[in-house]
């Protein structure tokens, strides 16, 4: 049953468990009873929050996730009037959109499990599920799992940036080696020359730049942990100020 504007609802009790502010769900359910049976469960769950948008529809459930991209998690039903889960589920992947799917089907089909976890969906529940607390652990559980995947993916993407910069940091300071020590000595023979007093201040400035050189490119080479930060725009750059 297809019927109006989404559904929305926030629970807002004490958070405890392993995520701090209320999980964000878009549901995907064309029956009416059904929904509200989702929506009754998870407001009273008490060991977490939840806020709940629901849509009557595959194409209305793509065209929301298109619009807004905040959701934690999506639960939906498999069989959708019109498109249903696996087309939905295509429909995110072909605009880029990660957000992790868990399907709810009438009971435990092997061969859809198989063709929808291809496809990378998360996690599947039965609607007798419904009224257990399995439905409120598997929606904690698939994003916290997606959380911490996140996280090791961002940990291995820094370790490589960081392997990438000391490559390049060791390349870039094999050249420039011999010339700052070059230019280092020849300041201290001309500082201990008879020279005039302006020009001893501006080779006193060429020393200090010399130095400061040396000491950022040392502490490159010494990084061990990315800290690169935004600077203008789109651009970062690598924080070696401590």
């Known amino acids: 049953m297809n019927i109006g504007a989404p559904s929305h609802f926030c629970h807002h009790n004490h958070v405890s468990g392993i995520l701090d502010e209320p999980i964000k769900i878009l549901l995907v359910e064309d029956n009416q009873d059904f929904g509200k049976l989702v929506e009754h469960y ?23 996730v298109k619009a807004n991209t905040d959701f934690d998690i999506i639960l939906m039903d498999y069989y959708l009037p019109g498109m ?15 957000i992790p799917v868990v399907f709810i089907t009438i009971n435990r089909d092997f ?3 198989v063709e929808t976890m291809k496809l990378g969906v998360e996690d599947f529940l039965v609607k007798e599920e419904i009224s257990t607390p ?11 799992r997606v959380r911490l995947r996140g996280e090791l993916s961002e940990l291995e993407i820094s370790g490589k940036r960081v392997e990438a910069i000391q490559e390049l940091v060791l390349g870039i ?12 000595l020849n300041v201290q023979f001309l500082l201990q020359s008879s020279i005039a007093k302006d020009v001893s201040m501006y080779l006193k400035i060429i020393s200090e730049h010399v130095d400061r050189m040396q000491l950022k490119i040392n502490k490159l080479k010494a990084l061990k942990e990315d800290k690169t930060v935004p600077y203008i725009k789109d651009i970062k ?3 070696i100020s401590g």
Not at 44 to 64: I, V
Not at 134 to 143: A, E, K, N
Not at 173 to 184: I, N, R, T, V
């Open 84 to 98: 249903n889960g696996v087309e939905v589920t295509r429909g995110l992947i072909e605009h880029g959109i990660s």
């Open 173 to 184: 300071s094999q050249d420039l080696f011999a010339p700052l020590e070059g230019m280092k």
């Open 42 to 64: 998870l407001s009273n769950y008490p060991d977490h929050s939840f806020h709940l948008t629901w849509k009557r529809s595959g194409e209305e459930g793509l065209e929301e």
């Open 237 to 239: 750059m690598i924080d």
């Open 134 to 144: 399995v439905l409120p652990r598997t929606i904690m559980s698939v994003v916290e």
């Open 111 to 113: 061969n859809l499990a």
